[in-house]
């Protein structure tokens, strides 16, 4: 596709929700922060990358794959979240607001998948 990555709205929101991720994920109990805090972050930071490998390639199909991959990691995110607040490390508000982030980054992509296939 070869647009800067950093011209898309859903990279842009994505690395903010990253850039959150680690900030939260820095609460973490000591022994937490390596386990369950670097999976967090591993698969928040993969939504991001996937959209800038996927804009890299040349066709269509290749960028939706690499969506799809970042749709993945999301949906790994977002259990990650929901088994960080059930663990007592993320307070409900916290939660929320992550999870929303999560919504919204998921109907970005939906958005540019759809238009990659018109």
Known sequence: MQNRFENLEVWKKSHAFTLKIYKVTNT??????????????RSAASVATNIVGGNSRTHKAEFQQFLNMARSSLEETKYHLLLARDLGYLDD??????????????????????????
């Open 93 to 118: 508000k916290t939660y929320v607001q992550l999870q929303g982030d999560c919504e919204e980054i998921g109907r970005m992509l939906s958005g540019l998948m759809k238009s990659l296939k018109s």
């Open 28 to 41: 973490f109990p000591k022994e937490e922060k390596y386990r369950l805090g670097d999976q967090l972050r």
